[in-house]
């Protein structure tokens, strides 16, 4: 197993992408990149702290790849803002690929130089590349947010549409038991 850590904005929405995806055997929601120890939801919201939002996923390298993942989270956030995804703004919306060896580090630098050589967003990508920080473990009622309250509204107007465009970009790596 290889573990691998983004921050994308709301964890609740990239916490949902990722967990249908065939290889991903566990993703965690917390807090990783800044600079105190276990900080709380209430701490990080502040931005004061300078934590991102992020996930921690556990994934097997033989059904799914690093690039992959890579490219999954690029299909479903947007890299070109900074500190924000949609009405979420702060420093701990920001997009950040946390890597955790010399080779994911090339992966991310290079995925991203593609994407920028091709011009797929029309705008700079802003998608910082850092190396591993302590993550901290989200409280218990931000795990499995998306599965758990799909008629919450945000979930139903900012997740939904994540987890459409999943379905149809990547139909073919999704883990058919959820």
């Known amino acids: 197993m290889e573990t691998a850590l983004f921050a994308g904005g709301c964890f609740w929405c990239t916490e949902a992408v990722f967990q249908r995806l065939n290889g991903v055997m566990e993703v965690l929601s917390g807090y990783t990149g800044g600079s105190i120890k276990n900080p709380a939801y209430r701490e990080i ?3 004061r ?38 009405n979420d703004v702060g ?12 080779q994911q580090k090339e992966q991310a630098e290079e995925y991203i130089a593609l994407l920028e050589k091709e011009g797929i967003f029309g705008a700079p990508i802003v998608t910082a590349i850092s190396e591993e920080k302590p993550f901290y473990v989200a409280e218990e009622e931000h795990q499995n947010y998306y599965n ?12 939904d549409p994540k987890i459409k465009k999943l379905n149809t970009y990547f139909s073919k790596k999704l883990n058919t038991t959820n």
């Open 91 to 102: 420093t701990q919306y920001r997009s950040e690929i946390f890597y955790t060896s010399a």
């Open 49 to 86: 702290t300078g934590h991102a939002e992020a996930i921690k996923i556990t994934f097997d390298p033989l059904k799914v790849s690093y690039v992959e993942l890579l490219e999954v989270f690029f299909t479903t956030h947007d890299p070109t803002t900074l500190n924000r995804q949609g």
């Open 148 to 159: 758990d309250h799909r008629q919450q509204p945000y979930c139903q107007f900012i997740i």
């Open 45 to 47: 919201c502040t931005g």
